[in-house]
C-alpha cells in the first residue's frame, strides 16, 4: 500500500502527470501523490512519509515560479496535494475575516465573498490556493495599498512533519499573549510545517477606480510622481506599476487584439500605471477618473515636472497591457527572468547600472523589465536574442544580475516567489546569513525558559 | 567594577531612582543600572551580564503596563536601559522608510519626520520609545487604519544574550528568500533578544480630520455602523472608539474643564468615536466634515439604522474626552484593568455577559470600559465602589473575568501590552499552549536542514 487507509492516492503515471509539472516547464517523477481532505488526514500522510524515510513535497495551486511544488526528479518524493482540502470555508461578517482550508483558489475565495462585499485582498496573475499563498507570501499587484499575505494572514492551522497540528494565532486582532508563532510559517516555502487553514483578514470590495498611463520626464521623476500621488490621492492610491518600451513592444507585437494606446502608437522609453480604487461610489465623492486627473495635472506644475505626458482609458485595457507583459516577453525569444525586490530608489540606479553592464558584457540580451515600482519589486526580464540559451550562459548571466543586484545594490533576490530549485543557488550564495539567523534564533530562543 | 568598560552606569539610588519604578506603581531593587550607547556597547553588557550570571531587564520609555520594564524586588537583576541608545537616524525619504535606534521617544521621531510630511503611524496616550514598541508590539487608536508596530516593521537590529548581533530584514518591502525571523521578536518582550535598532515604515501625515461622536440605536447596531463606515468612508475611517456611560462620567468628573458635549449633559449609554482622516486637503476633495455628516445621515435610513443621535466638534475637543478616560477611571477608586481583545461581535457579547455575571457575583464592581472597537480592543476596566482593594478579592475577581474573557469568549488576554509581571498568571494559566508551541515550532525548525 502507498500511503495510509482512507487516504485517495494517485499512483498511474497519467493521473499523477498534473501534478508533476511546474508552470516554468519543470517536471519531476514521483512514486505517489496524496489527495487528502482534512487536517487530519494530512497529519496522516505527513506521519505514513516519516515511518516510510520517504520525502515529500507540498503543492497547492502549482503556480509557484521556483520549481518548488514539483518533486525532483530522483523519483522517491511523494507529492502531497492540498487540492482536495476544502472542509473549511467559515465567514465572519462583523469581523471581516475568514477561516478557510488550504485548497481553496484564490479565485473561489473571491467569487464567494462577492455577495458579501468583501475580498481576500492579493492580485496576481495566476490563481493560487491559500495554502500555497501563505506558504510564499504571495504579494502582487496592489501591495501598495493592501500588503501582502503576510499583513493579513490572523490565524493559520500546520501539521509539523512529526504530524503534530498547531494553531497558529486566531480571529482576534489585537493578541499580545506571546512570541507570534505564525510567522515562522508565512513566507517559508513549507520548511517547516504543512499549513491545512489560514485565517484571512478580508477587504471590502473595490466599487469605483480610475487608471491612467503616465509618461514620466525622466527616470527620476517616477519617485517624485509616486511621493506626490501618496500625499495627494493618500490611501486611494493602489498601484503604481512601471513597464518598460522593451517589454511594452513585445506585448503589442505577440497580443495581436492589444490596443497600443500612444500617439502615433510610439512606445515611450517607459510608462507607470497608475490606479486610484475605493469600496464606494458616494453621491458626496468626486469621480476618481477626476481626482486621479486633478491630481496629475497638479504633478505637471510642482518641481521637476514629473510627468511628461498621460493618457486615460478604461481600467481594464489599461490593465490588458500591463497583464500581457510577461506572455509578450515570453514569446520574444528565450527569457532568464529574476524577481528582484530594492528600497525604491534603488530600483532605478540598479536598472541605469545594468544597462550598461549588459551592454558591455551581454550585448546578446534585451532587457524587457516592468514591476511594482511602488513597493521596488523589478520583474527584470532579459531575453536572448541571438538563438538558444546554454546552461553555461544562463548562469554567467544570472550570477552577474544577482550580484549587482543583492551586492551592489542592497535588493532581495526573491522579492515574491519564494525559494525553490530556480533560485537556490542564490539562497546558498547570498542566503547564508538565513542559516546562520536559522541557528543564532534557535538558541536564543532555547536560552529562555518560558 | 559593576559592569564592562567604557559603559555609563549608575549604582546610586538617588541616580537609579526613575529606571526602577514604573508606570503601574511597581518599584523594583537592582544594583545597578547600564547606559549602553550603541549596539556593541549592549553587546558588550549582555556578554557582561552572562559572564556574571547576572539577569538583566530591557528597559526603554518605562512605560508598559505590565510591570515588565522595572526589576523586581529580588534586588540581583540590573536594568539595561536603551534610553541612551541614540546613534541612528537614517530616513529614506524616497522609500518611506527610517532606520532609528532603540532609544528615540515616539514623539521625538515624529517631531523630526514632521518637516518631511511623514510620520511613524502608531498612536496612543503615552509616549514610549522605539525598542519598548518593538518589544510590545503597540496597536494604539489608529490600529484600523495603519495597524500595529508588527505591520510597520521593516527590519530590525536585535542583541542576543550571549551577545551575538543580528540584523533581520532590510528596507526593502518585498522580500521572500527565507523564513522571516524579525517577527520572532516583535511582540514578545525582550525575551529572546534585545532590540537596538529598527527600520520603520512611515506614512504621510495627517492633514484633514473630522471626528464626531455617535449614539448608537443598540449595542449590535455598533457593527451594523461599523461595516457602513468601512464601505462607505473606506480607507479614510482611522478610528472607530467605543466609550461606556460611567467611563465618561467618570471623565467629566475628574476633568473639570472637559466639556460635556450631549444636549443637557446627559450622557447616553455608550458613545462611539468616529474619526475620518486623509494626508491632504485637495481642491477636489469633499471636505472631510461634510463627508462625515453625509455617511452618517446615509446610516439612519439603512436597515436597523444604527445611528441614534450624532454630534460633531472640533477633533481635539472630541479625542479630550477619548483620552481623560483613563485617568477619569483611575480618580474614581480601586481600580482594576484589562487589556483584552476579541472578534469584533464577541466585544459586545462579552460585555452583555459580563455585565449579568459582575452585578450577580461582584456586585461592588462598576464596569467603567472603553476600547478600540474597530479593532476588537477592549479596556475592560472596573472600579471598586466600597473601599480598598486586597489581593484575594482582585485575584478571584481576574481570574473569573479573564477565564470568560478567554475560555467563554475566545478573547486574548492581553490583546496590546505584552506580557509581564502583571499578567504572568494568566499567561501560565492560558498560555500553556505557548510553551508547547515554543518547543514544537523549534523541533520543526531543528529538523529541518537548510
Ligand atoms: C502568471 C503568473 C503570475 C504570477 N504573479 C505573481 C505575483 O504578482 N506575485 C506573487 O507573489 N507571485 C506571483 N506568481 C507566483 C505564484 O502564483 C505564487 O507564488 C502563488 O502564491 C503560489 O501559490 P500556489 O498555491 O500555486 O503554490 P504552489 O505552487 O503549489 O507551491 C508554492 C510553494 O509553496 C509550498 N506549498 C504549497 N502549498 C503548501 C502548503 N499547504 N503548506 C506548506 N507549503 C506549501 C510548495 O511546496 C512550494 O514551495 C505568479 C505566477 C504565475 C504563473
Ligand atoms: C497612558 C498610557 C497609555 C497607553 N496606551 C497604549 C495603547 O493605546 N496601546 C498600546 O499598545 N500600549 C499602550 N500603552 C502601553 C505602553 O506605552 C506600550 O506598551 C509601549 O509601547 C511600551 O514602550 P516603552 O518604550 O515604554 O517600553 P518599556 O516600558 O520600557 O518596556 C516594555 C517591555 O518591553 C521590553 N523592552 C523594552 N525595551 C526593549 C528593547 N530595546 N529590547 C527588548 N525588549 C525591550 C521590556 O523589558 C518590557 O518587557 C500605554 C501606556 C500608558 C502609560
Given at each position: 500500500m502507498?500511503?495510509?487507509a ?7 503515471p ?16 514521483s512514486?505517489?501523490v ?7 488526514q ?16 507540498a ?26 482540502l ?59 495599498r ?10 493559520l ?8 497540528v ?5 480571529s ?9 508563532w505564525?510567522h ?14 489560514a ?26 510622481l509616486?511621493?506626490?500621488?501618496e ?33 502615433r502608437?510610439e512606445i515611450p522609453e ?11 461610489r ?7 477618473q ?7 495635472a497638479e ?33 520574444a525569444?528565450?527569457?532568464?527572468a ?19 553592464l ?20 523589478l ?19 544570472r ?8 551586492r551592489?545594490?542592497?535588493g ?17 550564495m ?15 530562543v532555547q536560552?529562555?525558559?518560558?
Open positions: 502507498m500511503g495510509p482512507g487516504i485517495r492516492t494517485l499512483t498511474e497519467q493521473d499523477m502527470a498534473a501534478y508533476l509539472q511546474g508552470v516554468r516547464g519543470e517536471v519531476g517523477r512514486p505517489v496524496f489527495l487528502p481532505e482534512t487536517t487530519d494530512v497529519a496522516d500522510c505527513v506521519r505514513h512519509c516519516g515511518q516510510a524515510g520517504r520525502p515529500f513535497v503543492q497547492s495551486g502549482n503556480t509557484g515560479l521556483v520549481g518548488a511544488s514539483v518533486p525532483d526528479d530522483v523519483g522517491d518524493t511523494a507529492v502531497l496535494s492540498l487540492s482536495r476544502r472542509e473549511t470555508f467559515e465567514l465572519d461578517l462583523a469581523n471581516r475575516s475568514l477561516r478557510v482550508s488550504a485548497g481553496f483558489r484564490l479565485s473561489e475565495v473571491n467569487d464567494r465573498l462577492a455577495e458579501h462585499g468583501l475580498f481576500f485582498p492579493i492580485d496576481l496573475g495566476s490563481d493560487p490556493m491559500i495554502g500555497g499563498m501563505v506558504a510564499t507570501n504571495t504579494g502582487g499587484g496592489r501591495f501598495l493592501y500588503g501582502d499575505v503576510r499583513r493579513n494572514t490572523l490565524g492551522t500546520v501539521v509539523l512533519d512529526d504530524g503534530v498547531l494553531r497558529l494565532g486566531s482576534v486582532r489585537k493578541d499580545n499573549t506571546g512570541p507570534d505564525k515562522l510559517h508565512i513566507g517559508s516555502s513549507g520548511w517547516f510545517g504543512t499549513i491545512t487553514e485565517i484571512l483578514n478580508l477587504e471590502p470590495v473595490v466599487a469605483e477606480q480610475a487608471t491612467a498611463l503616465v509618461i514620466p520626464s525622466s527616470d527620476e521623476a517616477m519617485l517624485t509616486l511621493r506626490h500621488l500625499t495627494r490621492a493618500g490611501p486611494l492610491l493602489s498601484a503604481f506599476e512601471f513597464m518598460s518600451r522593451a517589454a511594452m513592444g513585445h506585448a503589442f507585437r505577440h497580443a495581436a487584439s492589444l490596443k497600443n494606446p500612444f500617439p502608437g517607459t510608462a507607470l500605471l497608475v490606479e486610484l480604487s475605493r469600496p464606494t458616494a453621491p458626496w465623492d468626486t469621480p476618481l477626476d481626482v486621479l486627473e486633478a491630481v496629475l504633478a505637471w506644475d510642482i518641481a521637476d515636472a514629473p510627468v511628461a505626458d498621460a493618457f486615460f482609458g478604461r481600467p481594464q485595457e489599461i490593465w490588458a497591457l500591463r497583464h500581457a507583459l510577461s506572455e509578450g516577453v515570453k514569446a525569444g528565450p527569457l532568464i529574476f524577481d528582484l525586490g530594492f528600497t525604491r530608489d534603488k530600483v532605478i540606479a540598479f536598472r541605469a547600472a545594468m544597462t550598461g549588459l551592454g558591455q558584457n551581454f550585448p546578446m540580451v534585451e532587457i524587457c523589465d516592468f514591476g511594482h515600482l511602488g513597493d521596488g519589486g520583474h527584470f526580464n532579459l531575453v536572448k536574442r541571438d538563438g538558444p540559451l546554454d546552461d553555461e550562459f544562463e548562469r554567467s548571466l550570477d552577474c544580475v544577482m550580484d549587482q543586484a543583492v551592489a545594490f542592497g532581495s533576490f526573491s522579492a515574491e516567489h519564494g525559494i525553490g530549485p530556480k533560485n537556490d543557488r542564490y539562497f546558498r547570498f542566503g547564508q546569513q538565513s542559516t546562520d539567523l536559522l541557528e543564532q534564533s534557535m538558541r536564543a536560552r529562555r525558559h518560558l
